[in-house]
């Protein structure tokens, strides 16, 4: 059974960085690419970033290229997401993904940035 967990979410001001993290199970993690979506309140869900199975990373949003970074640790089974100069219009709920012959989604870590 597949699973994606997230973490690492929460308030943080302006300027402030986080780094989430999603732990995978259920599947082969190091063979499959990854990705992390984002969704802020009244919006639709946000392509954010992608990385091959070999760790070749693509930042999809142009509001987070140069503040976002996507990797991830196969041997951990883990993606992350390192954000840094947060913004208020980061401030949404993220989500990892994993398509395989479903899509797969975890439930999702909050973040708020605020003062």
């Known amino acids: 059974q597949v699973q994606l967990v997230e973490s690492g979410g929460g308030l943080v001001q302006p300027g402030g960085s986080l780094r989430l993290s999603c732990t995978a199970s259920g599947f082969t993690f190091s063979l499959y690419p990854m990705s992390w979506y984002r969704q802020a309140p009244g919006k639709e869900r946000e392509l954010v970033a992608t990385i091959t199975s070999t760790g070749v990373s693509t930042m999809n949003a142009d509001s987070v290229k140069g503040r976002f970074t996507i990797s991830r640790d196969n041997t951990k089974k883990t993606l992350y997401l390192q954000m840094a100069s947060l913004k208020p219009e980061d401030t949404a709920v993220y989500y990892c993904?994993?398509?395989?012959?479903?899509?797969?989604w975890g439930q999702g870590t909050q973040v708020t940035v605020s003062s």
């Open positions: 993904n994993i398509r395989l012959r479903n899509n797969y």
